[in-house]
């Protein structure tokens, strides 16, 4: 998006983001991780009373994660819930 577009928002379709974990074979904890996300909030996006709405981001990554597409050099490291960034 240029900066001409910045009074825009994306928002995906849930309905995409379901039809995306279907052609990756996911389940909801496989979507989930591949995402980087828990299962609940991977779960509020897909929701389907009161749907939120696919941000550009999420989307962005769903595109690169099914054609193959690696991450920016990095780490992996576990995940847990309530620890600060950067760790001590």
């Not at 039809?19 to 299962?39: H, V």
């Not at 193959?68 to 960034?85: C, F, I, M, S």
């Amino acid at each position: 998006m240029s900066k001409a577009n910045n009074n825009f928002r994306y928002e995906g379709d849930p309905q995409a983001l379901r039809a995306w974990q279907k052609r990756m074979e996911y389940t909801y904890d496989d979507a989930a991780a591949a995402l980087g996300m828990s299962r609940s909030g991977y779960s509020s996006l897909i929701a389907k009373s009161n749907p939120v709405f696919i941000d550009l981001r999420t989307a962005l990554a769903c595109a690169a994660i099914e054609l193959g597409v690696e991450p920016l050099p990095g780490n992996l490291v576990p995940y847990q819930r309530g620890t600060k960034w950067p760790p001590n």
